[in-house]
């Protein structure tokens, strides 16, 4: 009995005295370390960067040395030894190895199962000569049955003289398949003659309003078909299959991830003379499903057709704007006019080589002005396609009218693409807190038609003007309209900072350049507020969605200097 007494008061003894070291300060945090299974005193990293160039798109703090990520969100941001504080036993450091990292970029304009699609067509992006537009319809109609449709896209006559291609060039290699080809802005396509008769073109056709026919002298259709004409045949084609949609998106999204892009505005696939219907089908049959099956790999904020925007407005009652971490319903996109590529973007002044022809107003103003009025009296944020300099201002007017009619609120009106800018325009997208949505890469197509297009002083006034439009405190998104230009965010930050077109020995309109800093800016933070996903991304801020990108380059001074870099990895 005492033997037992004597026992039980060594151990009581014994467990004061571990108890009494383990509550000293020091020891305690020892202690902990060496107990990694047990929850610790403070939150752990799961990633910690270091050694790098981390640039943060946050102005707040522009640059870091190290960075810390837990559950997918950055946890903290500063020199090594105070992000190494939240290390723990399971966490990962990776050496940057001096390498820059940005935020993970964001798109803010593309159509993205409409290029994955795209992808699995024939190829005519780059084609240069007519023979060989010829060559690969031919390789195609090899390994197509009889009956079915040929379809492909991204041609730009520009690159082999500024000829436009007729169903003349194809017909005698497609007797038995229909075919279209889209052109590369979407806003033209030819069609075979097989196709014009499925369409049931011929003289007498009715052209939708917003749209062209082409005919020769005699009256008949030279096979293309402008923006809302082009519904005649879009409309014959067999809609693809869910499963062939997403394969389409698993392809765009592993394509945008070697480019840095880790999220994307989807405008859909929603062009002039194409159904409202088919973005919607998307949202459904792929969106939802990809995220139900956990394979959603882009963040994706999704715009809807404006024609629809009474059911958008039900479905963010009913689900909210954000659908987890990778779907954010972003609101609904029109279009004002056509594209400078196929003579129908709207100008105040006639194209130089059709003196007649001033563009198209694709949607008549009074429609437009009603549904954007509904649309935004609604809460969803309107994007509005204008590339014409008359257009945009049409556009800018129309927004004026709608904030003095629904009253002022944070709506961030967007005009996509504010391509040509009539003298003085720039400055009012500051003034009315009008967000520009633009595409860089644009102008290594359009340097060269331009001037054809609309006269080298025009062009040379009007044209992408990206520093004005920062110098008026506008919000400038930088996007690619992909597949219309390359996904290629490094690429259009170059084109932006440079503004110098293949074969070009100087810049186009060099006073329009910006700064790394700038145009870095245009593809993170700036994009994020102009889709009002800045709360989650666009900088690498405490707090937020750690999306990131590991350049090649090593030197920041390097980087803005040779406006070179290639992506390593993508986070």
């Known amino acids: 009995m005492n033997l037992l007494i004597l026992v039980s008061a060594s151990i009581s003894l014994f467990l004061a005295i571990v108890s009494l070291y383990l509550l000293h300060p020091t020891h305690f945090v020892t202690y902990w370390k060496k107990l990694p299974l047990l929850s610790p005193p403070h939150e752990v990293a799961d990633l910690i960067l270091t050694n790098g160039v981390i640039y943060t798109s946050d102005d707040s703090l522009p640059f870091a040395h190290s960075m810390a990520v837990a559950n ?3 946890l903290r941001l500063g020199n090594h030894s105070f992000v190494k504080e939240l290390a723990g036993y399971r966490t990962q450091e990776l050496d940057l190895g001096g ?26 992006r780059g084609v240069n000569e007519k023979d060989e537009f010829i060559r690969r319809i031919k390789e195609a109609v090899q390994s197509t049955t009889h009956g079915s449709w040929i379809l492909g896209g991204g041609w730009n006559n520009d690159l082999w003289g ?41 003289n007498l056709t009715d ?56 999220t994307v505005v989807d405008m859909g696939r929603y062009f002039p003379g194409v159904q409202a219907d088919l973005s919607w089908e998307d949202f459904s049959d792929v969106y939802l499903w990809a995220n139900s099956m956990s394979k959603m790999k882009v963040r994706v904020c999704l715009f809807f057709p404006m024609v629809t925007w009474s059911r958008l407005t039900d479905l963010i009652n009913k689900m909210g704007r954000a659908i987890g971490q990778w779907i954010y319903l972003g609101g609904v996109k029109a279009f004002a006019d056509g594209s400078l590529g196929s003579s129908s973007a709207l100008f105040y002044e006639p194209y130089v080589d059709e003196p007649d022809n001033y563009g198209l107003q694709v949607t008549e103003p009074e429609a437009l002005l009603n549904m954007t009025l509904e649309s935004d009296l609604s809460g969803l944020q309107v994007a509005i396609h204008a590339i014409g300099d008359k257009a945009n201002d049409m556009i800018l007017d129309l927004h004026s009218t709608v904030a003095s009619t629904n009253g002022m609120r944070d709506r961030r009106f967007r005009i996509e693409h504010a391509q040509h800018l009539a003298s003085g325009t720039s400055g009012r997208f500051g003034k009315q807190g009008v967000v520009a949505s633009v595409q860089p890469d644009h102008l290594l197509d359009d340097a ?35 597949p219309v230009a390359d996904i290629n965010p490094l690429s259009g930050i170059k084109t932006a900072m440079r503004r110098k077109p293949p074969t070009w020995k100087n810049e186009w309109i060099p006073s329009e350049c910006i700064s790394l800093d700038e145009a870095i800016k245009a593809y993170t933070i700036s994009a994020a507020r102009a889709s009002f996903i800045d709360n989650d991304l666009g900088s690498l801020s405490i707090g937020k969605l750690a999306d990131f990108v590991i350049l090649s380059t090593n030197s920041w001074e390097e980087f803005a200097k040779e406006a070179s870099a290639s992506v390593e990895a993508t986070y």
Do not use: C
């Not at 000829?163 to 075979?192: E, F, K």
């Not at 082009?230 to 070697?258: F, H, K």
């Open 72 to 74: 997918g969100r950055v």
């Open 99 to 124: 390498k820059v990292v940005v935020p993970g970029f964001i798109d803010s304009h593309v159509h993205f199962i409409y290029g994955g699609l795209q992808m699995m067509q024939v190829k005519l």
């Open 162 to 202: 500024g000829d436009l291609p007729a169903a003349s060039w194809i017909d005698a290699i497609t007797p038995n398949n229909p075919v279209w080809l889209s052109r590369m802005d979407g806003h033209m396509g030819l069609a075979n003659s097989v196709a014009l008769m499925l369409a049931g073109i011929t």
């Open 207 to 262: 052209v939708p309003k917003g749209g062209t026919v082409m005919r020769t002298a005699s009256g008949e259709s030279t096979g293309l078909l402008i923006d809302s004409a082009m519904t005649l045949v879009v409309s014959q084609i067999p809609e693809y299959s869910a499963d062939d949609r997403r394969e389409a998106l698993l392809r765009a999204s592993n394509l945008a991830l070697t480019r840095g892009v880790t």
């Open 448 to 482: 060269d038609s331009a001037s054809k297009k609309i006269g080298k002083d025009r062009a040379e006034r009007e044209s992408y003007l990206f520093k004005s439009l920062l110098d008026a405190n506008a919000l400038v998104a930088f996007g690619s309209d992909w």
